[in-house]
């Protein structure tokens, strides 16, 4: 795991710039790779790149980036890990396609690959997490390249008076440091961040800067491209001297996995457990300490099972525990381990210890981000750095399997009112976001349903103005509904969003079901856009690699081929992947209301962080910054102190933003 920028300039700038702004550059990245910093440049082409490592696999030498190929065509830094690499050596061995080998490191590997297979069939041919950035010198073309889930991060665009350099790299940060970043907040990207708390790819909070997209290649020939600020996507109009391509995508892997889904169950099971197996065995291949998270829940119990059946000696597990009633699932993740027989470490966290966090969080994401779980995520890393420097994750099980509770009860509740009138519905969601539904939170623990009233108030909002059940999932992952009448537009509210997303493409043909339907854009949206960026940030900002076997491509092949019954069966999610649990842990250990990885952020804002939270709400500050109305703001804010309501994600939503506001102010 590392971090890398770089730049093409144009005009070119001199080798004394390029090298002070590649050093500059690579220096914002050092909790990515604290072990060591490489710069290559080549003024003629204007090109520079920097590297941060993170050594992983090779430590020595051999394995330092940027990297050249034997052949010399090629140069690049990379960001990641090929887990498979050591078969793609015997493949070039086999074709007399192997050079010298200088080391044992993935990058030299992918260079090999590049020289012999070329660079689409290379990444194809790849199993892993990666970005990298790869310089032709041959034909003075820059390729960009992002692992197929987007598990690695990769920003790039143009900038600097004049828009004469394109900069790309691991984090925004890194592209802040180019002389004259001009690029400002695009309201396009606010109003999209207040409506799904993240600012969905292939978009940023700057215009003109952007995120490749997961499954992507974007060639660029810097000879003959011009800046441009409008968004490339592939199938789409390309300026001059570009091209994107996608190497691959869900889409191909759901229409292939309906043509064979899985007739048996054993058959299905079994084929999970194999390629899974398969996936944390690959993924357990590290040079340096090695160790997982363990909540207790289905998926991480999953990864750690099979990694201890894999291992010779206990398997270092990590865990984060809470006081607060309702949050704390350190006790199940405790019983597991014992189970399991790893050797398990808890981290108990007090408010205290996450509050202190908060003021870190503009820094560590770089762009406006809301999903408050992103505050233990960063603790247990930090955590397990202490004792790992690569951790497994249980992360994505939930899109992969099935596992979310709209799963269970959205496609549930449509059946039963989607044939209401509307006005029945619309009075349904009013009921349900407005009663005084306090008293039945002891019920939902009663009968093992944690945050019921939570639940019933958030699908109250999701019913508002549903008219289709694919309406009723935007609704579920929508925290601000009118979220561009809250942006202030300065030249009044335009008509209509100017740019799509993900979640706008059409859907595969095979998706007919609602509930597969909403698997596949979480996994396009919510996974790639919230989790996998808050992983891999909270993680690197502890120099700590996190590693998702759930991601491995062959593990989602294998999980789309399973029907709708073996994911979603009789009220319980995740059916196939707790099977295959209940095959090395006891059902009984298992079966528990779910928690999640949540912080009681809510009773906080009525009370120790009121006052920080007053400060960044202020309607006075609000209508000098101009990016947000205050009233709207303020009415919900006035609601949450009562405590009769619960705004904590929408508060947190427009405090994330303030408080990223307020760092980019102070940088500059």
């Known amino acids: 795991m590392c971090g890398f920028v770089g730049l093409v300039s144009r005009p070119s700038l001199s080798d004394v710039a390029l090298r002070d702004w590649i050093g500059l550059a690579v220096g914002a990245l050092v909790h990515r790779g604290p ?72 990058t030299e590997t992918l260079l090999a690959g590049f020289d012999h297979w070329g660079v689409v069939a290379t990444l194809q041919r790849s199993v892993g997490m990666f970005a990298i950035a790869l310089w032709d010198r041959q034909t003075r073309t820059l390729h960009l390249a992002r692992d197929r889930f987007g598990e690695k991060p990769l920003y790039y665009g143009w900038t600097g008076a004049g828009h004469h350099a394109f900069v790309f790299g691991s984090e925004l940060k890194a592209l802040r440091t180019y002389p004259g970043f001009d690029n400002p907040v695009s309201r396009e990207a606010l109003a999209q961040y207040l409506q799904y708390t993240h600012v969905p790819a292939p978009h940023t909070i700057h215009e003109g800067v952007f995120k490749l997209e997961p499954g992507c290649l974007l060639s660029l020939q810097p000879d003959q491209a011009s800046a441009w600020t409008t968004v490339c996507r592939p199938g789409g109009a390309m300026p001059a001297g570009v091209h994107m391509v996608r190497w691959w ?34 993924q357990s291949l590290a040079d340096v300490p090695l160790g997982a998270f363990l909540s207790g829940g289905i998926d991480s119990t999953a990864i750690v099972a099979l990694m201890q059946r894999q291992a010779s000696r206990p398997v270092r597990t990590f865990t984060v525990g809470f006081d607060e009633d309702g949050y704390d699932e350190s006790s199940h993740a405790a019983v597991v381990a014992r189970h399991l027989g790893t050797d398990h470490t808890e981290l108990r966290v ?39 420097t690569v951790a497994l994750s249980g992360d994505a099980g939930d899109e992969m399997f099935g596992g979310y509770n709209r799963y269970v009860w959205g496609n549930r509740i449509w059946s039963r009112v989607g044939a209401w009138p509307t006005s029945g519905r619309q009075t349904l969601s009013w009921a349900l976001r407005h009663a005084p539904l306090s008293a039945l ?69 095979a998706l007919s079901e609602v509930v597969p339907r909403w698997i596949y854009l979480d996994t396009l949206g919510y996974m790639a856009d919230d989790i996998l960026c808050k992983v891999d940030r909270a993680a690197m900002a502890a120099s700590l690699e996190a590693r998702v076997p759930f991601l491995d491509h062959r593990v989602a092949e294998v999980a789309w081929r399973l029907p709708l019954h073996m994911r979603v069966r009789n009220g319980e999610s995740k059916w196939a992947l707790r099977q295959l649990v209940y095959r090395h842990v006891p059902r009984e250990l298992m079966e528990r209301p779910k928690a999640g990885f949540r912080l009681p952020l809510g009773g906080w804002l009525r009370g120790a962080l009121k006052p920080w939270a007053e400060e960044l709400l202020d309607p006075a500050r609000l209508r000098r910054e101009a990016y947000i109305h205050p009233d709207p703001v303020q009415r919900i804010w006035r609601e949450h102190q009562t405590g009769r309501f619960d705004h904590t994600q929408a508060l947190w939503t427009v405090l994330m933003f303030q408080a990223w506001l307020q760092h980019e102010e102070g940088r500059t």
């Not at 909002?461 to 289709?468: E, F, M, N």
């Open 35 to 106: 072990d060591g910093v490489g710069t290559w440049q080549d003024e003629a082409a204007g090109v520079a790149l920097g590297h941060r490592r993170l050594a992983i696999v090779d430590l020595s030498a051999a394995g330092h980036q940027p990297m050249a190929s034997v052949s010399g065509r090629w140069v690049m830094v990379f960001n990641g890990e090929v887990y498979n690499h050591h078969d793609l050596r015997a493949q070039l061995a086999t074709a007399g396609a192997a050079p010298a080998w200088r080391g044992h490191s993935d």
């Open 249 to 282: 995508q869900l889409r191909d892997v759901v229409q292939q996995a309906a043509a064979q889904p899985f007739a048996q169950e054993g058959q299905a099971l079994d084929a999970l457990e194999s390629v899974l197996s398969q996936a944390v065995s690959q």
């Open 441 to 509: 939170e002891p019920l939902g623990r009663h009968v093992g349903v944690l945050h019921l009233v939570e639940k019933l108030r958030k699908t109250g909002k999701a019913l508002d103005g549903a008219h289709h059940p694919d309406q009723l999932y935007r609704n579920l992952v929508t925290e601000w509904p009118h979220a561009r009448s809250l942006v202030v537009w300065p030249q009044g509210q335009p008509a209509a969003p100017a740019w799509q997303n993900l979640l706008d493409d059409p859907l595969p043909p």
């Open 350 to 388: 007090r408010p205290d210890d996450a509050r202190a966090l908060i003021p870190s969080l503009p820094q560590m994401y770089d762009e406006p981000f809301a999903d408050s779980s992103q505050i233990p995520t960063h603790l247990v890393c930090k955590a397990a750095r202490a004792h790992v």
